[in-house]
């Protein structure tokens, strides 16, 4: 069974903080992905990686940057956290890209509060 | 680009109705469709997915088909339970950009 691992599940900060969202997926998959999950938006992605090193632009990256360190891990941060991002973010992984084989893991989601 | 929507965001039922819920997509290529189902306080999971090769998709219960048509995209059951409590999404899959476009959803709430 795919894991995805979400770090912290709960965070608040004040407008201007700095902010890092952790990610590590076990499944030796080569895509991971950051979105954030908004009623009426559903699920839009930010920044997303096919290995170690590399990043893609989503379609809402503004405000965020992204750093994929290894394999493993993916994290997400926001330097000058702005009310705008309050939020649901999800992490997902998946061994392909685009492709009629993809599947998306999930992890659990980190609620983001930025007061 | 491509685009997915779905306009009904939020549908209320009894046990055992039926659901229906309808997506349309927009794409330059062959679409792959995926329903991905979220239940409270847990990530979205894969519910199923369709190809142009074989227009309809089957799992827990659901099936979804598309019609390339009218380019929707629609998940259906016959009898709804409690336990389909969650939100619903459907997806695209961009083969370019190696990623998954995900429609706004639509939140089933079963009334028991």
């Known amino acids: 069974e795919a894991a995805v691992t979400q770090s912290p599940r709960n965070k608040v900060t004040v407008t201007g903080g700095n902010v890092t969202l952790s990610c590590r997926q076990t499944?030796?998959?080569?895509?991971m992905y950051w979105y954030r999950q908004d009623t009426g938006h559903g699920l839009r992605l930010i920044h997303y990686s096919y290995g170690a090193g590399n990043l893609q632009i989503g379609d809402v990256p503004d405000g965020y940057k992204a750093t994929r360190t290894t394999q493993e891990d993916f994290f997400l941060l926001l330097e000058l956290a702005s009310p705008s991002q309050t939020s649901l973010y999800f992490c997902?992984?998946?061994?392909?890209?685009?492709?009629?084989?993809?599947?998306?893991?999930f992890g659990a989601g980190t609620r983001l509060s930025v007061l | 680009g491509d685009s997915v929507t779905q306009k009904q965001g939020q549908v209320t039922l009894s046990e055992d109705d039926f659901l229906f819920i309808n997506c349309t997509y927009s794409t330059t290529t062959y679409p792959t469709l995926f329903w991905y189902v979220q239940y409270p306080g847990q990530g979205p999971q894969l519910l199923l997915k369709v190809t142009t090769a074989n227009n309809k998709g089957i799992s827990r219960g659901f099936e979804a088909t598309y019609d390339k048509g009218t380019t929707s995209f629609h998940l259906q059951k016959a009898s709804v339970q409690e336990s389909d409590s969650a939100v619903y999404f459907c997806?695209?899959?961009?083969?370019?950009?190696?990623?998954?476009?995900f429609g706004q959803g639509t939140k089933l709430s079963i009334k028991p």
């Open positions: 997902a992984s998946s061994e392909t890209g685009g492709t009629s084989q993809n599947t998306l893991y």
């Open positions: 997806a695209l899959a961009n083969y370019n950009q190696g990623k998954l476009i």
């Open positions: 499944n030796s998959h080569n895509y």
